[in-house]
């Protein structure tokens, strides 16, 4: 027998959104993935692939067999989003498969939450100057939540359920507050969106360290190292090891 260390088994809902597939380009043979999404896949995947929606409690029962950590993505991306939407999709969603992991015994839990979650700290008093280098407001994690949009509440209420299930079942959470994640260079135009880019290579990492690191309840920002920035990345650096490699400002 080879004393290699069995690599984890980790559930990837969500696996065919944006967030998903820059976590499957690098990473895609690095774990044993067990991929969930309600669109089917869209190409061929070597991966398990089950088709069902996040609120479906018995399909989250059925995909949780033999699964050490699960990466919970799927919901409603969108800011706009109507309350209903985020209701099922994003808060009831989340209910469902936090209580299926609890249910199963997950060890650990990595939830994308998002800056939508502290929009609200984005005054008309701060902006814009709180998206330039001169500027040094931050916010490092430790904050109360204050959403800038119903989606904003579904992700703060994500960390809450979260905190629940963690308290309850102790299960290892970690609570990541994502940026905006383009591809190949930081949004164009748009000083908020440079400030909290995550790039594909730092979003990978950021993931895989979530995958890897022992915690216990943490909520962390993950954005690239970018010049101005005014999200903290000392929880992630020191909660997880995230060492992000891009910055907007060298574009
Ligand atoms: N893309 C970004 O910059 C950011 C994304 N996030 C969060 O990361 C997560 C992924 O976002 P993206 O990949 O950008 O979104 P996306 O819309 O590209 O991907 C979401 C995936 O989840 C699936 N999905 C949605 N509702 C579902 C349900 N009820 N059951 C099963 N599957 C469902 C969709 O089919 C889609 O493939 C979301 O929770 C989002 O709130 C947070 C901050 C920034
Ligand atoms: O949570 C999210 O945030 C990003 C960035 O927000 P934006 O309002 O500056 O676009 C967003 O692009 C993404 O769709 C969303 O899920």
Not at 35 to 54: F, K, M, N, S
Not at 159 to 178: G, K, P
Request: hydrophobic share 30%.
């Amino acid at each position: 027998m080879s004393g290699r260390p069995r690599e984890p088994t980790v559930l990837l809902t969500g696996a065919s959104g944006r967030v998903g597939r820059a976590i499957l380009g690098r990473l895609g043979d690095t774990y044993d993935w067990r991929l969930v999404d309600r669109e089917p896949p869209t190409g061929e995947t070597e991966h398990i692939y089950l088709v069902a929606d996040v609120t479906d409690s018995e399909a989250m029962v059925e995909a949780m067999a033999d699964v050490d950590v699960v990466v919970h993505l799927a919901g409603d991306p969108r800011p706009e989003a109507p309350w209903d939407s985020v209701l099922a999709n994003n808060i009831d969603g989340t209910q469902t498969v936090l209580d299926a992991a609890a249910t199963a015994g997950v060890e650990k839990f990595v939830f994308a939450s998002s800056n939508h979650a502290v929009g609200g700290y984005e005054t008309d008093e701060r902006t814009p100057g709180m998206y330039r280098s001169d500027d040094d407001f931050d916010l490092d994690g430790t904050e109360l939540p204050r959403p800038s949009n119903f989606y904003g509440v579904s992700k703060a209420t994500g960390e809450t359920l979260s905190r629940y299930y963690h308290d309850e079942h102790d299960m290892s959470v970690i609570c990541l507050r994502i940026g905006n994640l383009t591809e190949n260079h930081p949004p164009e135009d748009y000083e908020r969106g440079q400030a909290m880019w995550l790039s594909h290579r730092d979003c990978a990492q950021l993931f895989e360290r979530a995958i890897e690191a022992d915690y216990d309840y943490e909520i962390v920002y993950g954005i690239s190292d970018n010049d101005r920035k005014y999200y903290s990345l000392e929880g992630a650096r020191e909660v997880l090891g995230y060492e992000p490699e891009d910055n907007s400002a060298e574009y």
